[in-house]
């Protein structure tokens, strides 16, 4: 609780000065709960910021994934590599799939599917942490891992927010929170089944991540060359 | 005929050869399977399929796929881009992060078979082309040569937008080698390598791989050759090489010219003996007579060396004297006995004498004794005074005893040569034995020029005395050969002064005359004693030393046999002397003193110190007249 108090502290302390540009700026709050200003940063640096964090989340969900399939799932289960078998909780969302579809879809919607896609993973990765945690021989490793992702997953959200209401002048975006029907939090009996529910969580993130990192990439492409980008 | 048969064979065959050819056993198709699937840039991708067996019909194959969301299948949009039994799905078909449920259905004339069906992300089946343009230079850094090589990312793979995110590997080897360095270019599209050979000649070959994705093949080999190039650190070690082995030779140059002090000074020998003149030659020769006679030294005892003439008794004048003459003469003679310091003298040829501090003491002493007693026997007055000066003559004389015979003893030969002449220094014994001492003494310088041992030579005092002129080593000129004298000489002094008298008295047949100017340094041989115990004597040329060569001289030393119960001194002589002289050195009589021989001619058959006498018995081999052989002395005392 405390840490995303810090996260939201620090995201606002960076974006303070554009925040008050734009119009409702974020309340820049240190531990004492003083109001303060934020430091300036520009867009570029912010966007590089966020992509940065989008790479690191991508490769740390790809180790967990793998980690968890050589410890929990038996061979004959084992996705491809080049695949996932079960359907993944964002198959849903209206996201781009392909290049041709991406170089059609605008800035904004552009960041808005990262939104969509970060904001969805914040609650299932939380949840992916308890389960974890239930298991006998889950790793420090693992757990850490995991546990870190969930978190950064929350600063890149705040990043986002900032950044759309930065480059599209757009006010406080209502998180389509996808009521979806998300998994049973509830313990299957089926120890095997509960095992690849979790694998097919960590592969479907794994995939969303890059997924984000795509796209900001591609977003920062065009901003800086419009024309021949994808 | 048998054309016939061939084809009635041929006929009945032939229903058999035919259906092979015919493929009567048809069959639905084999099984295909989906090989592989890849993507080369992330926007399209091919499938290639292996067919099953064609089941003896034409088989067509088709390739259904179906996206992960719906159920619409779709059958693949391309068959010949990509090749034979191959797939290829363009841009507009090809769906990223969505999962396709690829199938390949064989189909001919009796049926059809369904492969296996996959499932693939386009995003995980990405394998790039190999990067491009491929440039390999040589590039110089302080000296030291590099390659840099660079490269581009292949061309369909979209880089710049991000689309894609490449990762880069090289790989360099030696011309004619076979292990090759591996390096990770990681996303940078340039790098260096060091640690060349020179003049070797490199390949290089660079692949990539996406993020999720697999590696690329080897770009084609690009070639270069390294110039030769001369290594500095090389050289340097070719300078230091050098430069140690041109210090090495110098150093070995100084050990050699340096060999023999270095020798020395690392194992110093061990000195040897040294004896002034002996010739080791001459020992090897085996010449025993040469070699004794090559040790004596012709300027030995030291008469030319002016620090020991001080030290030289001089003859005793035998004259007749007042007491102020003695007392003057003592005080002369004490005064140059004292200057009788240590002279250096060579430790090797033994004679050690100058230096001997206390027999020199002693000796002067003694021969300031044996001057008052030489005073003292032409006048019974003198006697008393010599009486009187007893005690501290008999100090002096023990005192020079003793530091004679404890070290000289031992040795079996004399070493201490004027040990006679030591400066006067205190006397605290009372023994006579001082007298004997310094007879010893005299007679110990007598050794030194190498008479032989064993020769006892009573040595008659020069009548005159002279202090200055002793050019010759008195002493040992001071012999005298004596077959009969061998009344051992407690009173060195005493009996020279006698002897002096004696030959005076001799020489003129004078009893009491003492002629008042003697030579200073005259020889006085002792003919021989007559029947009425006179001792003739006789003179004889000076300066005649054993050294010198005087055979008859050296056969004139008499030995000292023993000495009897009745304080006989029994000489013996040598090989010259027929028996007469044994018989006669035999029947001599000698109360302990040389005086009584002559009392008769000197009237003083009582001159002698009765004191000497005890000594005489108690100091066997000790007192002598002349020359004694230390080993005769030391076998005395069991007498």
């Not at chain 1, 990043?159 to 975006?173: P, Q, S």
């Not at chain 1, 929170?177 to 694998?199: H, I, K, T």
């Not at chain 2, 840039?41 to 992960?68: H, I, M, N, Q, V």
């Not at chain 2, 003695?326 to 004490?334: C, N, P």
Request: hydrophobic share 35%; proline share 6%; charged share 20%.
């Amino acid at each position: 609780m405390m840490t995303a108090v810090k996260q939201s502290g620090v995201w606002a302390v960076l974006l303070w000065p554009y925040l008050l540009a734009v119009s409702i700026p974020l309340d820049c709050r240190d531990e004492q709960g003083n109001m303060s200003r934020c430091p300036f940063i520009s867009q570029e640096k912010l966007l590089d910021r966020i992509i940065q964090h989008a790479e690191l989340i991508s490769r740390i969900s790809e180790e967990s994934c793998s980690l968890f399939e050589e410890l929990f799932v038996p061979f004959p289960l084992r996705l491809q590599r080049n695949t996932v078998g079960y359907a993944c909780i964002t198959k849903a969302l209206p996201i781009p799939s392909s290049k041709s579809e991406i170089q059609q879809i605008s800035d904004k919607w552009l960041l808005q599917s990262v939104l969509m896609l970060v904001q969805s993973w914040i609650e299932p990765l939380v949840y992916l942490q308890t389960t974890l945690d239930r298991y006998d021989n889950a790793p420090d490793v693992l757990l850490n891992k995991t546990k870190w992702v969930s978190e950064k997953l929350v600063s890149l959200e705040q990043g986002v927010v900032v950044l759309i209401r930065k480059m599209l002048d757009e006010g406080t975006l209502t998180t389509t929170y996808n009521e979806q029907d998300l998994l049973q939090y509830d313990v299957l009996p089926d120890m095997l089944e509960s095992v690849m529910r979790d694998y097919t969580l960590l592969s479907c993130f794994k995939k969303d991540a890059h997924k984000m990192e795509i796209f900001l990439k591609l977003l920062k492409c065009r901003q800086t060359d419009k024309f021949n980008c994808a | 005929m048998m054309t016939n048969v061939w084809e009635a064979v041929v006929l009945l065959l032939l229903p058999f050869l035919a259906p092979n050819a015919e493929g009567t056993q048809y069959s639905p198709p084999g099984k295909p399977a989906l090989t592989r699937c890849r993507s080369p840039e992330k926007e399209t991708f091919t499938c290639w399929w292996e067919p099953g067996s064609d089941g003896g019909l034409s088989t067509t194959y088709a390739l259904y796929y179906r996206k992960e969301n719906s159920e619409t299948v779709y059958e693949c949009p391309d068959y010949h881009t990509a090749g034979e039994n191959s797939c290829f799905f363009n841009k507009n078909d090809t769906s990223i992060w969505v999962n396709y449920n690829i199938t390949v259905v064989a189909t001919n004339a009796l049926g059809s078979s369904f492969s296996d069906p996959v499932d693939i992300d386009v995003v995980y089946i990405v394998k790039p082309n190999p990067p491009e343009e491929l440039n390999v230079t040589i590039m110089e850094d302080k000296g030291w040569p590099y390659l840099r090589v660079s490269w581009k990312p292949p061309q369909k793979a979209d880089t710049r937008s991000g689309w894609i995110t490449l990762i880069y590997e090289l790989r360099v080897k030696l011309e004619g080698e076979d292990d090759w360095e591996m390096h990770l270019a990681g996303q940078q599209k340039m790098f260096n390598i060091f640690s060349l050979r020179s003049g070797g000649s490199y390949h290089v070959q660079v692949r990539c791989k996406p993020d999720h994705g697999f590696w690329s093949e080897w770009s084609s080999a690009d070639y270069i050759k390294v110039p030769d190039y001369f290594h500095r650190e090389k050289s340097m070690w070719i300078l230091i090489t050098v430069f140690s082995t041109f210090i090495f030779l110098i150093f070995m140059c100084f050990l050699h010219m340096n060999s023999n002090s270095l020798k020395y000074y690392i194992l110093p020998p061990i000195p040897g003996p040294k004896i002034k003149g002996f010739d080791k030659q001459l020992l090897k020769n085996g010449k025993s007579d040469e070699i004794f006679c090559a040790l004596v030294v012709p300027d030995f005892p030291p008469t030319t060396s002016s620090k020991c003439e001080n030290l030289m008794v001089e003859y005793l004048e035998v004259y007749v004297s007042e007491e102020q003459e003695l007392i003057l003469e003592e005080s002369k003679e004490l005064h140059n006995s004292l200057k009788c310091e240590g002279s250096t003298s060579d430790n090797d040829s033994g004679r050690g004498s100058c230096d001997s501090h206390t027999l020199l003491m002693d000796k002067c002493g003694e021969a300031k004794g044996d001057e008052r007693q030489t005073d003292g026997e032409g006048h019974p007055m003198e006697m008393e005074a010599q009486m009187h000066q007893r005690d501290w003559k008999e100090g002096t004389l023990s005192s020079a005893y003793q530091d004679i015979v404890s070290p000289d003893m031992s040795s079996g030969r004399v070493k201490t040569w004027p040990s006679v002449f030591s400066p006067l220094h205190q006397c605290g014994s009372t023994s006579l034995n001082q007298m004997n001492s310094l007879a010893m003494a005299k007679q110990h310088c007598l050794s030194d020029n190498l008479s032989p041992p064993g020769s006892a030579s009573s040595f008659l005092p020069q009548s005159g005395r002279s202090t200055t002129e002793t050019h010759r080593p008195n002493y040992c000129e001071f012999y005298s050969s004596d077959k009969q004298l061998s009344s051992p000489k407690p009173q060195a002094q005493t009996h020279r002064k006698l002897q002096a008298h004696s030959d005076i008295n001799i020489s003129h047949k004078q009893a009491g005359l003492q002629s008042p100017a003697l030579r200073p340094t005259e020889y006085v041989e002792v003919q021989r004693v007559n029947k009425e115990d006179m001792v003739l004597l006789q003179p004889v040329e000076s300066g005649c030393v054993c050294g010198d060569g005087c055979p008859q001289v050296c056969q004139d030393y008499s030995k000292v046999k023993g000495l009897n119960s009745d304080n006989m001194l029994l000489l013996h002589r040598d090989v010259m002397e027929g028996e007469e002289v044994r018989s006669h050195c035999e029947k001599q009589e000698t109360n302990g003193c040389i005086t009584s021989h002559i009392t008769p001619a000197t009237q003083k058959p009582t001159d002698c110190i009765p004191t000497v006498t005890p000594i005489v018995q108690k100091e066997m081999g000790l007192a002598v007249s002349g020359y004694v052989d230390t080993a005769a002395m030391l076998t005395l005392p069991t007498h």
